[in-house]
């Protein structure tokens, strides 16, 4: 594969899912899973369910997305890699490693991109306990989200729920871009896959990752600051790079200041 060549090619997991999946970049440099890059052999894939991807009738769960990125890596004889994780991706990378102790090993840096440890708070807490750990929603929270994604104004819930996730400056052609590629995904299967992942505390996880690992996250995200410094301080370690107000620190960072993320991202692996 030459610098500027891009493979495009499926992946089929242990249960039949075609996995659709990019690889750009020279083969023979380090494999970064899963962002855009010049210097690097990157792979790009999507969740069963998501974009190109098969869609299946079950499998919506974490641990069953670890199990397809796990059958990836394999498939695909990836090692040296990074993996970079953004929101529920995060939990797909804790999942995998605290599943796959063997694949693992294939792995020797990881990048997490905004998301908090344990997104629900148990009943009981303090508003302070799960605000240090961003557990922003109440049990019932994803319950309510995902009837919103099942009704008729599901397109307005999702709409609604995606602008928060961005500051006010992004565009709206960049936002309907956005709405677009999720609707890819059936608002049944989406809405399966939120009350499942929401559900997840991977706290007990963290201190076991015992590899370089940058943790980023956004002062005007929705996932708390506190909740990021919390998984950098949990995780042997691990750097914490927070982007401001003013660096356009949003869930979606990357997409409002891709130039700032991709040099965060490449310093951490230099």
């Given at each position: ?7 495009r090619g499926t992946i089929k997991t242990w ?106 708070a148990e009943p009981g807490w303090s508003e ?52 677009q590629q999720n609707l890819e995904m059936r ?84």
């Open positions: 594969m030459t610098y500027n060549d891009t493979n249960d039949g899912v075609q996995l659709q999946y990019t690889q750009s970049g020279p083969s023979s440099s380090p494999t970064l899973l899963f962002i855009s890059g010049t210097n690097y052999h990157v792979t790009t894939y999507d969740h069963r369910g998501h974009g190109d991807s098969d869609t299946s009738t079950d499998g919506y769960r974490v641990v069953r997305l670890a199990s397809d990125l796990n059958d990836l890596i394999n498939g695909l004889d990836l090692k040296d890699v990074t993996l970079v994780g953004h929101s529920m991706g995060c939990s797909v990378i804790w999942a995998y490693w605290s599943l796959f102790t063997d694949s693992r090993l294939k792995v020797n840096k990881v990048v997490l991109v905004d998301q908090a440890a344990g997104m629900t302070e306990c799960a605000n240090s750990i961003s557990a922003i929603w109440k049990p019932s929270t994803a319950h309510d989200v995902a009837a919103g994604l099942r009704s008729p104004a599901s397109l307005d819930v999702l709409t609604g729920i995606l602008r928060s996730m961005f500051t006010s400056a992004i565009s709206e052609e960049d936002l309907q871009w956005v709405l608002s049944e299967d989406a809405a399966t896959l939120l009350i499942e992942h929401a559900s997840n505390d991977w706290r007990d996880v963290l201190p076991t990752i015992n590899i370089p690992t940058l943790v980023i996250g956004g002062d005007k995200s929705l996932i708390t600051t506190e909740g990021t410094r919390f998984i950098g301080r949990e995780i042997p370690n691990a750097k914490v790079r927070i982007f401001t107000e003013a660096e356009k620190g949003s869930h979606f960072m990357y997409w409002e200041n891709p130039e700032l993320f991709n040099k965060v991202v490449e310093e951490f692996l230099q």
